[in-house]
């Protein structure tokens, strides 16, 4: 008996990881062509707030302003602003919708809510106010 034959040989070593983890996936792939489809419509609907918030500082300086000239430009320019947030604001829904990402929707939802909230609460304001 030979005493190499009664030992077994060492596992072999296990293969190298990738470096640091790092995952290798196809940008044309469909979920990743998903994620960010939708991405780029929550980006639309999150810079819908900017001109948004444009118009309602617009609101507050007419509302502010004792001068008739002040008070009719800044009116124009604050329902330019207010319409154009809650216009950007439906495209991006639009396009969740058209993608059917629940979550992103109801985030759209809620924004759009709270943009046409506003303009309720602006428009009663200018005609009772």
């Known amino acids: 008996m030979d005493p190499s034959d009664d030992t077994d040989p060492a596992p072999p070593d296990p293969p190298p990881a990738t470096p640091l983890g790092l995952e290798y996936f196809s940008t044309d792939a469909p979920e990743r062509r998903t994620s960010r489809a939708v991405t780029h419509a929550l980006a639309i609907v999150a810079v819908s707030l900017l001109p948004f918030g444009c118009g309602v500082v617009n609101v507050l300086v007419a509302a502010q302003s004792y001068s008739a000239t002040v008070t009719g430009s800044h009116r ?7 319409v154009g947030g809650v216009g950007l604001c439906l495209v991006g829904l639009a396009r969740l919708l058209a993608l059917r990402e629940t979550g992103p929707i109801l985030v759209a939802l809620l924004v759009l809510a ?6 309720t609460c602006v428009g009663f304001a200018t005609i009772w106010g």
Not at 76 to 82: E, H, K, P, T
Not at 114 to 119: I, N, S
């Open 114 to 119: 709270l943009e046409v909230a506003v303009v």
């Open 76 to 82: 124009g320019g604050a329902a330019l602003f207010l």
